[in-house]
């Protein structure tokens, strides 16, 4: 067990503990809000808008359609593939209330990685975008998936938005406004959950080899849910909050926070369902006058350059939290420039319900760190022999606490490596410890660039570079060398009509970096390649030539 001298830097408003049991249930938590807030708007969408009382209504006939129509059962797992639209509120609601386990899917999977995801859950019903349902049609055969429900972009709004076709191929799909309607002449039968529970099947992104699913259990994310609650405590007014959802639902950060956490108190949720459609995403940032943010460097880098964000009015807004991905010290200034208040970083993975670590709202700058461990967290450093190190040393991130799940799902192989032989987790991260408990991301294991025997972490060259006039993005990876070993190669996109060459970009790193870390090569690109939340794939750039 660490010492946790973190603890030091909560200040006087931050339990150092949390009650993990503080619903038996996720969904406890969510009725009680629905009773709660009845009257008050839940979710804003195309210019409609639910209401936590339509939100009980809906999901409820959803529940009954599950249960009566389909035969789901408690412990069945149900995909999930939509964008940021109603149904998504509806449907996951609806789910929890049969006591299923919801699979979220990224709609913009293969035929590929929809095909291996829905057999690995074992899944036998999809909640499916209708624009995506080709994908599907693709490798349906292939799988255990026996009912198909499609969603349009309006569904359970009561307005009719134009949205593509179902795929022919897929000729017993029922339309989600159907399973409503039908659903609202069933009965529900109440399922009782208890914190041990799955409430999800939250698949990792793949990068470390064939995607598993995270195990998550009701009681999971009631724990992180709490110490969310404790952490912000001025960011969660209850029935005042205002939160607009960019990241999308399908991604555990926006799930738990922007959807979870605020629903759990009240919050009115802009949601988002294209935020490259940069126009329309600020018609929504302007109509909301949200109070709270949640996105990843990349989202706030672009918002902090766009010629319209100028219109924003930011004078309501309370908090923004970072996450997936290292927020960069220049983007936050830009942020505090813009907005006057710099980002929160957080830390977390699909593994964890996903908060480890979070910076606290007292903090009058950036720290350029992940932030403190939450309530009722440890996080201990351990080296390659699984030795804690020392204070300011480098080590790999291992972590305990309520949030954590119980295990991959049907991988007794990966959970065997996943854990200590004193259950913590071990997420593949290295970080450092300050003096006051604050932790800074130094990379994940397999980033780590080895040049001449010395440990270069592609984050701070990143940092560094980022800073460099006519730089937009950048991200660097190790190529092999044969004087050194491995050479640092960064790759960078380059602003809008910036004049920027490599000397330029390599002059610069010299200025701020031991010669070592200086990257050899530097390449520019259009654009960098990105995950669909925004994270920079580096992987993707050490397959070029």
């Known amino acids: 067990m660490s010492s946790k001298h973190w603890l030091g830097s909560y200040g006087d408003r931050i339990p150092s503990e949390i009650n993990p049991h503080a619903?038996?249930?996720?969904?406890?938590?969510?009725?009680?809000?629905?009773?709660?807030?009845?009257?008050?708007?839940?979710?804003?969408?195309?210019?409609?808008?639910?209401?936590?009382?339509?939100?009980?209504?809906?999901?409820?006939?959803?529940?009954?359609?599950?249960?009566?129509?389909?035969?789901?059962?408690?412990?069945?797992?149900?995909?999930?593939?939509?964008?940021?639209?109603?149904?998504?509120?509806?449907?996951?609601?609806?789910?929890?209330?049969?006591?299923?386990?919801?699979?979220?899917?990224n709609p913009l999977y293969t035929a590929r990685e929809l095909e291996h995801q829905l057999n690995d859950a074992g899944a036998e019903v999809i909640v499916i975008f209708c624009g995506v349902s080709a994908t599907l049609a693709e490798i349906i055969g292939k799988t255990r998936i026996r009912h198909v429900i499609s969603a349009g972009l309006s569904d359970a709004t009561g307005i009719a938005i134009a949205s593509p076709a179902v795929?022919?191929?897929?000729?017993?799909?029922?339309?989600?406004?159907?399973?409503?309607?039908?659903?609202?002449?069933?009965?529900?039968?109440?399922?009782?959950?208890?914190?041990?529970?799955?409430?999800?099947?939250?698949?990792?992104?793949?990068?470390?080899?064939?995607s598993k699913g995270?195990?998550?259990?009701?009681?999971?994310?009631?724990?992180?849910?709490?110490?969310?609650?404790?952490?912000?405590?001025?960011?969660?007014?209850?029935?005042?909050?205002?939160?607009?959802?960019?990241?999308?639902?399908?991604?555990?950060?926006?799930?738990?926070?922007?959807?979870?956490?605020?629903?759990?108190?009240?919050?009115?949720?802009?949601?988002?369902?294209?935020?490259?459609?940069f126009d329309g995403f600020c018609d929504i940032l302007k109509k909301s006058r949200f109070t709270a943010f949640t996105g990843v460097n990349t989202l706030y880098g672009g918002m902090t350059i766009h010629p319209r964000i100028k219109e924003v009015d930011f004078s309501s807004l309370r908090v923004a939290i970072g996450g997936g991905a290292t927020v960069l010290p220049t983007t936050s200034q830009k942020w505090k420039a813009l907005t006057g208040k710099h980002i929160l970083e957080g830390y977390g993975l699909s593994e964890t319900s996903p908060i480890l670590t979070l910076n606290p709202m007292t903090n009058p700058e950036f720290s350029a760190t992940v932030g403190l461990p939450l309530p009722s967290t440890d996080i201990k450093l351990l080296d390659v022999d699984d030795k804690p190190v020392g204070l300011g040393e480098a080590g790999e991130i291992c972590a305990k606490g309520p949030q954590v799940m119980k295990g991959y799902w049907s991988k007794p192989e990966a959970n065997a490596?996943?854990?200590?032989?004193?259950?913590?987790?071990?997420?593949?991260?290295?970080?450092?410890?300050?003096?006051?408990g604050f932790l800074k991301i130094v990379d994940r294991k397999k980033d780590m660039i080895?040049?001449?025997?010395?440990?270069?972490?592609?984050?701070?060259?990143?940092a560094v570079a980022a800073a460099c006039a006519g730089v937009a993005e950048c991200a660097c990876v190790g190529r092999p060398d044969a004087k050194t070993g491995e050479a640092v190669r960064l790759f960078v996109a380059k602003a809008a009509s910036a004049c920027l060459s490599e000397d330029d970009v390599i002059a610069h790193c010299r200025r701020e970096l031991a010669a070592y870390k200086v990257p050899k090569e530097v390449r520019f690109l259009d654009a960098l390649p990105k995950s669909n939340v925004g994270k920079i794939l580096r992987k993707d750039l050490r397959a070029l030539p």
Not at 29 to 57: H, N, S, V, W
Not at 176 to 192: C, I, K, M, N, R
Not at 244 to 269: K, R
């Open 23 to 105: 619903y038996s249930s996720v969904l406890e938590m969510i009725e009680r809000a629905m009773t709660r807030f009845a009257d008050k708007p839940a979710f804003r969408c195309f210019g409609q808008t639910l209401t936590y009382a339509d939100t009980d209504r809906l999901s409820r006939h959803f529940a009954g359609f599950l249960q009566q129509r389909l035969g789901v059962k408690k412990g069945d797992r149900v995909a999930v593939m939509l964008p940021n639209i109603p149904a998504f509120a509806i449907a996951m609601i609806g789910i929890l209330r049969a006591g299923a386990v919801q699979v979220n899917v």
């Open 167 to 210: 795929d022919g191929r897929l000729t017993n799909s029922i339309a989600f406004s159907h399973a409503l309607t039908q659903g609202a002449d069933l009965t529900l039968t109440p399922v009782t959950l208890c914190p041990d529970d799955l409430i999800f099947l939250q698949y990792t992104g793949g990068t470390t080899g064939v």
């Open 214 to 277: 995270a195990a998550l259990a009701h009681g999971n994310l009631v724990a992180n849910t709490e110490q969310f609650k404790a952490f912000v405590p001025d960011a969660l007014r209850p029935g005042e909050e205002v939160i607009v959802t960019a990241l999308p639902l399908y991604h555990i950060f926006a799930l738990m926070v922007n959807f979870i956490s605020f629903f759990s108190i009240g919050a009115e949720n802009w949601l988002v369902p294209n935020p490259r459609d």
């Open 417 to 436: 490596t996943a854990f200590t032989a004193d259950g913590y987790f071990r997420t593949g991260d290295i970080g450092v410890f300050d003096q006051r």
């Open 450 to 462: 080895l040049v001449s025997g010395f440990n270069v972490y592609p984050n701070e060259v990143e």
